[in-house]
């Protein structure tokens, strides 16, 4: 267990601490259906998910759209979400113990997701994870979402923790990509993305009964180096649908 130097783990929330990603797909059909979309909102997530929802949206439209017309509908694909998800709120299986025994071995834990203050205490809050939480990173808190490094990179100096020293938890692709452009390793979950899609993560797993804070250490002195982030996923063709 760590000893020396303090290790990391940044956790994602949507799909990581929770398998809500199906219940946000759907709150974006029924707002393209809205808005007289023809998208496949569960495809489009398959790419873009991780970025704020205002930057996703971004992507559907042909035409510009002005700024407060995306915060509009990013609103109101929240208030859908909540509808759709408000009774299912449940952690991803194994993730309290997992949480408490990083604790128990020295791991400093943090949080970096897209969303806002509120949707992150509809989470976290409701399940009763603040406490796990050393440090907490949302969309106020960087000037730019995923799939830049910012998210992760300002939980590690929040953290007082080395990049090279943290390990991400994602489950998107631009996600993974974040996790390599802030020069940290990531462990992926395929709750919405099959393992195959992801480009070199340490490893992919259900959920956290497939992980202890031990093997965490393993795969790191097995992998020193982090991977370098794939030019070909970060090119705008990649994310257009």
Request: glycine share 4%; aromatic share 10%; hydrophobic share 40%.
């Amino acid at each position: 267990m760590p000893t020396e130097l303090p290790y990391a783990l940044i956790f994602d929330m949507d799909g990581v601490l929770i398998d809500n990603t199906p219940y946000q797909a759907r709150a974006f059909q029924l707002l393209f259906r809205d808005l007289g979309l023809t998208t496949n909102a569960r495809k489009l997530l398959a790419r873009l998910n991780g970025m704020p929802a205002t930057n996703i949206l971004k992507t559907v439209f042909q035409h510009p759209v002005p700024e407060k017309d995306l915060k509009k509908y990013a609103d109101q694909r929240e208030f859908l979400y909540r509808a759709l998800y408000w009774s299912k709120r449940k952690e991803v299986k194994g993730l309290s113990d997992f949480l408490q025994s990083a604790r128990d071995a020295g791991f400093k834990i943090g949080l970096g997701t897209s969303s806002p203050p509120e949707t992150i205490s509809y989470i976290i809050d409701h399940l009763h994870l603040r406490r796990f939480f050393d440090v907490i990173t949302g969309k106020e808190d960087v000037d730019k979402g995923k799939p830049h490094a910012d998210t992760f990179s300002v939980v590690a100096q929040k953290l007082g923790v080395e990049p090279e020293r943290c390990v991400v938890f994602e489950d998107a692709i631009l996600g993974e990509q974040a996790a390599y452009k802030a020069q940290m390793h990531c462990i992926c979950l395929s709750t919405f993305v099959k393992a195959e899609k992801f480009q070199a993560p340490l490893r992919v797993i259900n959920d956290f009964t497939a992980i202890t804070p031990q093997q965490v250490l393993d795969l790191l002195a097995q992998h020193p180096q982090t991977p370098k982030p794939s030019k070909q996923r970060a090119q705008r063709n990649y994310m257009k649908l």
